[in-house]
């Protein structure tokens, strides 16, 4: 099993929606994620970390964390085309990313 | 931008062929890392340093070798290119809470 698993893309929404990417954990021991967002042919955007259970909210995005289940989730609100990116969900240690999820935006 | 730079940004090699990639930083992070990035895996570790001449193996080292003789820049090598190691390499520091930051990659083909 995979340190880090992401939900298999590519997914697609309409301009204005909500988007929710998704991302398992195999380490208990994790205590921080982050959320990166990586344009085509660009290096890793850190857009989101998350040390604690619950909600972290910042402008359209929130990161979710639930350590009892090992999930972590981001959410985009009031999504727009400049959103469309692969984003990737990472956690330390041996700082495993998942495989990433591409998102588009229809206008 | 966390002030990393990558040189080259491209490179077009032969199979067999040593190259060495430079990741050079201006903020005197203490860790830092080389990635590749491929279709279908996503970013993958090669090695990582902790300080100059701490270095340690990371998840895909085989083939590899890096050297820190000072804080500020972190060489990649593959002592002979073959066209597997063919991908787009990132170097990355890190700061206290764990964020990671990225250069802007190097793009290598081994023909």
């Known amino acids: 099993q995979k340190e880090v698993e992401q939900n298999s893309g590519p997914l697609s929404v309409p301009e204005g929606a909500i988007a929710s990417l998704n991302c398992t954990y195999s380490d208990r021991g994790s205590q921080s994620f982050f959320w990166y967002r990586q344009y085509s042919g660009k290096s890793p955007e850190l857009i989101m970390s998350?040390?604690?259970?619950g909600d972290k909210e910042d402008g359209r995005f929130t990161a979710q964390l639930n350590k009892a289940s090992q999930y972590v989730s981001l959410l985009i609100r009031d999504s727009q085309p400049s959103d469309s990116a692969t984003y990737l969900c990472a956690a330390p240690g041996q700082f495993y990313f998942g495989t990433g999820t591409s998102l588009t935006v229809i206008p | 931008d966390a002030g990393i730079t990558q040189s080259p940004r491209h490179k077009v090699t032969e199979t067999g062929t040593p190259v060495t990639l430079r990741c050079h930083q201006t903020e005197n992070h203490r860790y830092m890392y080389w990635y590749r990035q491929d279709p279908g895996h996503g970013l993958r570790l090669i090695h990582y340093s902790y300080g100059v001449k701490d270095t340690d193996k990371g998840e895909v080292s085989d083939g590899y070798s890096v050297s820190r003789s000072k804080t500020e820049d972190f060489l990649l090598t593959l002592e002979s290119a073959t066209s597997s190691q063919t991908s787009v390499y990132f170097c990355?520091?890190?700061?206290?809470?764990?964020?990671?930051?990225f250069g802007p990659g190097t793009r290598l083909t081994v023909l």
């Open positions: 990355a520091i890190s700061v206290p809470r764990g964020e990671q930051f």
């Open positions: 998350i040390y604690s259970n």
